[in-house]
């Protein structure tokens, strides 16, 4: 055994001047120096507690229960197999603890996952949500990834550290040193996917599977993870969850899904190939893998760099450059700033300013950095010179998320591209790795192509890949124009246009990048081939190996198409139930949707009112109130003529459409948006808005308000509105549970929303309108409601619902209870 205080081999006898040297020689002569008896002590000795930070790059797709939605249906038996990302990387972990020989009880029940389990975990990985505090970031459930990068700890390969002064100086034996760390990164993946799949037939051992008939079309399987490299992360703050820098999202589906049969009624501006059946289609789309080019003499392409000796024809060229400019209207572009976009404007402005706050920090000079300020303030404030100003031209994307709204600060997105990255067919022999779904051959569709289209961007929001692929079918089928595009992007348009779901089954996440943390650390960090840094994963069997396994999972995914089988006419069941069930059902309540933007749009270009396009006229509506109403109406009328109207903080305007008559006020919510972020006191008067036209005209609470929340001071401004609106309440619904505050609103168009605080207490709230008004219905997840005199109930809290546009005097009450309040009878408060 080696003696450490004298840094010397006690094998060789040879002698070091440190440690480390004294490590690494152990780590690397263990058969010549020292016994095997003797080496096994050393490592159990030196490294039983020593553990370092490392980064590992794996891929996986779900089992057949979940990818299929069989989770659903199992009886007999809990679901089985790979659930999704997060019981992935648990999985690796556990594996990893295995070789590390770290085996625990929790070791022994890795076929068991639950919510619980789920919550406990917290490894941060590249499609991630733990360190994020909205569940809209999560990853689709029961979706893979080709790759995805974990962070967590190891025993390290190489006994000593790495970068040390003392340790190995000479060429040779630092390149010596290399293979031998090479060497033990392969056999130490090689050891961890071993393990994975020990892991992978325990689950089958599991799960009892009946018996499937002869003509079951898909076979069941656990899923599948793969592990192919680790990394030494030498920087602590380093998170493989938010240091990303943009992110890559797949989606494979059968080509014929673009494809609009003769029997549809399709739109002018519908994206068809010049074809004249389906089957010409599917022939004229070339087969073709990431980053390859014909081969001289065949029908398909691969990675072979070679140039285009064939090409597709002409009709065939055109149909996918015409496709390419769709898939650019949805994506971001760096454009020139217009002076007359202030929202625009502010962002850039903002984000100037942040920049050079990061290059002042750390400055000591202190007058220096005065001055800078200074000057740095005067270059903010000039006016825009002849050199144009660019920025990227982010978009709201919360009409391709259930779950975020178009004021939320997560709706404003950048995807930097969309492209047409594979096209594949499931023909020739299957590998064992590719046969967990065979085959079947299809009289009607022969060689029927998948086709992958790749989105690239910051970060993607829950849903909101598989719904930008549903609008591009849905654009190519013609079931609706194009001009949807403007409408669902359109911030100021403020009825919710939700995008439709592409199916699941054909999503998987792609890759990500760490432009700036591989800088750092001197590494590659995915999987491609550069000789910029020795480090990392871009070693050529970690790229062969990523490139192989994307193309199993591929073909994993187009046959999970299959699941359902074929129809007479040759279609996917899984397509034909998704166009059923899913998109003409949306395409046909969007038209809807649509005759209203273009009536909008149209109002907007002729610098005419909203309200006089297309709302019924004011004589039309009857002034009276019905009698239970007129105390209250009384009430609010004559709050409105005190001038003591509370105004509107700028956080509240963020879900208010306003129309002002000020230029000081907000018109935009980008502009909005920006003065909250900056935290400008941009509180709105009730009054300086236009009449009869909506606009965030004033909205304030009275009633009782959580302990830590100050007290409304409407209760003591208009102590009689505030008695007589509880009574209403209780006049309206005898038998709810009276409620503790009110939200008053005078003239308030909102936005979609839903409301603040978790409602405890009280699961819905209650609203009705007065006043003379034509339009201003209440919209709820979609469904129009008249609410003028007639009250009705909702859940605020859970429900998106927004106003449509009126004219006339408006005013709402929406009783509820909020957190804290439970038991607090409004109708009780002495004012």
């Given amino acids: ?50 553990r370092e930070k490392i980064g590992v790059l794996y891929g996986y797709l779900p089992g057949t229960d979940y990818r299929f939605g069989q989770h659903d249906s199992v009886k007999n038996d809990a679901p089985c197999g790979v659930e999704g990302g997060q019981h992935a990387a648990w999985l690796v972990t556990q594996a990893i603890d295995r070789v590390n020989g770290g085996a625990s009880d929790a070791l022994k029940n890795c076929s068991q996952w639950s919510a619980d389990a789920a919550v406990d975990s917290k490894i941060k990985r590249s499609y991630g949500s733990n360190s994020r505090e909205s569940d809209s970031l999560a990853q689709d459930p029961h979706t893979g990834a080709i790759t995805e990068v974990l962070c967590t700890t190891a025993v390290p390969l190489f006994i000593g550290e790495e970068g040390d002064a003392d340790t190995v100086k000479a060429t040779d034996e630092q390149s010596k040193a290399e293979k031998e760390f090479k060497k033990k990164t392969l056999a130490w993946v090689e050891s961890v996917n071993e393990e994975l799949n020990r892991i992978l037939a325990e689950m089958t051992n599991t799960r009892s599977i009946p018996s499937m008939p002869s003509n079951e079309f898909h076979k069941w399987s656990p899923g599948r993870i793969r592990v192919f490299g680790r990394i030494a992360i030498s920087q602590k703050k380093f998170n493989a969850e938010t240091d990303i820098t943009h992110r890559r999202v797949d989606y494979c589906f059968p080509a014929d899904m673009l494809f609009a049969s003769t029997t549809e009624s399709v739109s002018q501006t519908a994206l068809q190939p010049d074809t004249s059946s389906l089957q010409e289609y599917l022939d004229s789309l070339p087969s073709f893998t990431p980053g390859s080019t014909y081969s001289a003499g065949e029908n398909s392409l691969s990675r072979e760099q070679a140039p285009f000796s064939t090409r597709p024809n002409d009709k065939t060229l055109t149909y996918l450059y015409q496709m390419k400019m769709l898939m650019k209207r949805i994506t971001t572009q760096v454009e020139e700033i217009d002076d007359k976009d202030e929202g625009a404007a502010l962002e850039k402005e903002y984000h100037d300013a942040k920049r050079k706050k990061k290059k002042r920090k750390g400055q000591k000079d202190t007058e220096s950095s005065t001055t800078n300020n200074k000057h740095e303030s005067s270059d903010t404030s000039r006016p825009l010179t002849s050199k144009p100003q660019l920025k990227v031209k982010r978009k709201r994307f919360h009409n391709f998320c259930p779950t975020i709204l178009a004021h939320d600060y997560l709706a404003f997105r950048r995807v930097d591209r969309i492209f047409h990255r594979v096209t594949i067919r499931l023909e020739g022999p299957s590998n064992s790795d590719r046969a967990a779904i065979p085959l079947v051959s299809c009289t009607t569709i022969q060689n029927r192509p998948f086709i992958v289209f790749s989105l690239s961007g910051d970060l993607f929001l829950q849903q909101q890949a598989v719904r930008i692929v549903g609008l591009l079918i849905a654009i190519c089928r013609g079931v609706i124009d194009e001009d949807i595009i403007d409408c669902i992007f359109e911030e100021e348009f403020t009825n919710l246009v939700p995008a439709p779901p592409a199916p699941r089954i054909g999503l998987l996440s792609g890759e990500v990048t760490y ?39 591929l073909h994993d995914v187009a046959r999970g198409w299959y699941c359902e089988g074929e129809g007479e006419d040759g279609r996917l069941n899984t397509e034909t139930q998704w166009l059923e069930n899913v998109l003409y059902p949306w395409a046909k309540k969007t038209q809807v949707l649509m005759e209203d933007y273009r009536s909008w749009k149209a109002s907007r270009a002729t610098n005419s009112t909203v309200g006089n396009s297309f709302l019924p006229s004011l004589e039309s509506i009857d002034p009276a109130a019905p009698p239970i109403f007129e105390t209250v109406l009384f009430h609010l009328r004559r709050a409105d003529q005190s001038n003591l109207w509370p105004s509107t903080s700028a956080g509240r305007q963020l879900v208010m459409l306003t129309t002002s008559n000020e230029e000081s ?6 502009v909005a948006h920006m003065n909250v972020k900056i935290n400008t006191k941009s509180e709105s008067s009730a009054y300086s808005f236009k009449e009869g036209e909506g606009g965030a005209s004033g909205s304030f609470s009275v009633g009782a308000m ?27 619904f005898p038998d709810r549970e009276p409620s503790s505050t009110i939200a008053i609103n005078r003239n308030a168009q909102f936005r979609p929303h839903t409301d603040n605080g978790a409602g405890a207490g009280q699961s819905t709230s209650l609203i009705v309108g007065l006043g003379t008004y034509a339009g201003g219905e209440l919209v709820v997840e979609g469904a129009k409601k008249d609410i003028r005199y007639k009250a009705i109930e909702f859940d605020g809290w859970k429900e998106r619902h927004w106003t449509l546009p009126f004219q006339g005097e408006r005013y709402s009450l929406v009783w509820f209870t909020p957190k804290g309040c439970e038991g607090v009878r409004g109708i009780d408060l002495k004012l």
């Avoid at 490592?43 to 507690?49: E, F, H, S």
């Avoid at 959580?706 to 409407?714: E, I, V, W």
Wanted: proline letters at 3%; charged letters at 25%; one cysteine or more.
């Fill in 1 to 50: 055994m080696a003696e450490m205080a004298q840094n010397s081999c006690n094998g060789c006898h040879k002698q070091f001047s440190s440690k480390n040297q004294l490590f690494r020689h152990l780590n690397q002569s263990a058969k010549t120096c020292l016994s095997p008896e003797e080496y096994k002590v050393f490592l159990d000795r030196v490294l039983a507690t020593k």
């Fill in 515 to 553: 432009a700036k943390w591989e800088g750092r650390m001197a590494a590659i960090l995915n999987a491609r081939r550069t000789d910029r840094y020795s480090k990392g994963w871009n070693d050529e069997e970690v790229v062969s190996a990523v490139e192989e396994w994307e193309m199993d999972v």
């Fill in 665 to 670: 006020q907000a018109r935009t919510l980008t």
């Fill in 706 to 732: 959580p302990g830590q929340c100050s007290q409304p001071k409407g209760n003591l401004l208009f102590p009689e509105l505030v008695k007589a609106a509880f009574e209403l309440e209780v006049a309206l």
